[in-house]
């Protein structure tokens, strides 16, 4: 958790000034980064979700977007920033990918910050 942290700290996007929150800013980035959005395949938290379900030569398949909200981070950016089958590339910026994955892990990252401020 201190590694996700950290991994924030470098990252200054919202100043006093800001019209929006970060929980705001997350969630449009998650609900609609580059047209589609993350939600339509991989479910309101990340959690993965069927998006078909079709036969091929007889066959049955399955094509689902992968669970994404409890990978590491480092899995994560490398999966934003590689060609995956069916998912769509958004070339998204460093901050954008960070933001996006704290949108995923929002709740862990105000758990630690309590839990820092409470052991000070």
């Known amino acids: 958790m201190r590694a996700l942290l950290a991994l924030f700290i470098g990252v200054h996007v919202y100043g006093a000034a800001t019209f929006i929150t970060k929980e705001e800013y997350a969630a449009s980035l998650y609900h609609n980064p580059r047209?589609?959005?993350?939600?339509?395949?991989?479910?309101?938290?990340?959690?993965?979700?069927?998006?078909?379900?079709?036969?091929?030569?007889?066959?049955?398949?399955?094509?689902?977007?992968?669970?994404?909200?409890?990978?590491?981070f480092s899995l994560f950016y490398h999966a934003v920033n590689s060609k995956i089958v069916g998912m769509p590339r958004y070339y998204l910026t460093d901050t954008e990918i960070q933001t996006l994955y704290y949108y995923l892990h929002r709740e862990e990252f105000k758990r630690a910050a309590a839990k820092r401020r409470k052991s000070h």
Request: with cysteine.
């Open 35 to 72: 047209g589609i959005g993350c939600q339509m395949c991989h479910g309101e938290s990340g959690e993965g979700r069927r998006i078909a379900q079709y036969k091929h030569k007889g066959e049955k398949k399955i094509f689902e977007g992968k669970p994404i909200n409890k990978i590491p």
